[in-house]
């Protein structure tokens, strides 16, 4: 019986009997006994990492790969308070975006099927880390602080950078936070892969882990 999955041009296993499978994806083959990871029971590829680290963009386009359902915490937060975030921290202030934030992330992941960027504070609270850890195929995202303050040095959207040493803060704010990106299910850098490629690798290893 030929088995084939529904979703890649690229991505396709061959069931060669007694359990073996003969997965073909990016030009290399891979064997291995039984599919229980292909349905892998987390149904969800979250994307976590520091700002500007491409999770917003690459989201998206692995979202219609995969043929899921995208969300963004930022963006439920955003229609959920009919306020932008640079609004909602000015006026609201951080914590009240941080407990709208939780409420994001509790509502995305109750989704089958989907890819959730998440905003980069997000790993900072246990009560995120505790629901990411059971109900996600984590993913981080990485970029050194030059590389992001590159992308982010003409952007006003992020409140937390509007410093008068953004390089330096973002220095500081990775050096806090790396303990938390570097807990996850698959890690990439997007300084050394285009976001399309991101895309394949992180889709490569949901399926094969
Ligand atoms: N390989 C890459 N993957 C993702 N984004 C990239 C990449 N290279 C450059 N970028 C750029 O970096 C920025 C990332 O912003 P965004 O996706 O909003 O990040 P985040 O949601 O992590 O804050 C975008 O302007 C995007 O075009
Ligand atoms: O790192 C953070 O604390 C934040 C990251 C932002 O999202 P991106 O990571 O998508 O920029 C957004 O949630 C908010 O400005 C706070
Ligand atoms: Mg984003």
Redo the contacts with the bound molecule.
């Keep these: 019986m030929v088995w084939t999955c529904s979703c890649t041009r690229d991505f396709w296993p061959l069931n060669y009997g007694r359990g073996f499978f003969r997965i073909r994806s990016w030009g290399k083959i891979y064997w291995r006994k039984g599919l229980n990871k292909m349905k892998n029971e987390k149904k969800c590829i979250a994307?976590i990492?520091?700002?500007?680290?491409?999770?917003?963009?690459?989201?998206p386009l692995l979202a219609r790969e995969l043929e899921y359902d995208y969300f963004?915490t930022?963006a439920i937060v955003e229609a959920d308070m009919g306020m932008s975030i640079s609004d909602i921290f000015a006026q609201l202030g951080e914590d009240a975006f941080r407990d709208a934030e939780h409420e994001a992330l509790k509502k995305a992941l109750t989704m089958e099927n989907c890819v959730l960027?998440t905003?980069?504070g997000i790993i900072l609270f246990k009560r995120n880390r505790k629901l990411l850890a059971e109900k996600a195929f984590v993913v981080s995202?990485s970029?050194q602080p030059e590389?992001i303050y590159g992308?982010?040095k003409d952007?006003t959207t992020?409140p937390l950078l509007k410093c008068e040493d953004p390089l330096l803060r973002i220095r500081q704010m990775l050096a806090e936070r790396q303990k938390y990106y570097d807990v996850c299910d698959f890690q990439i850098s997007?300084?050394?892969?285009?976001?399309?490629?991101?895309c394949q690798k992180i889709k490569e290893a949901f399926y094969l882990k």
């Design positions: 994307l990492g520091f700002m500007a680290t491409g999770k917003s963009t690459i989201g963004d930022d960027s905003g980069g995202l970029a590389t992308r982010v952007d992020r997007t300084e050394t892969w285009t976001a399309e490629a991101c």
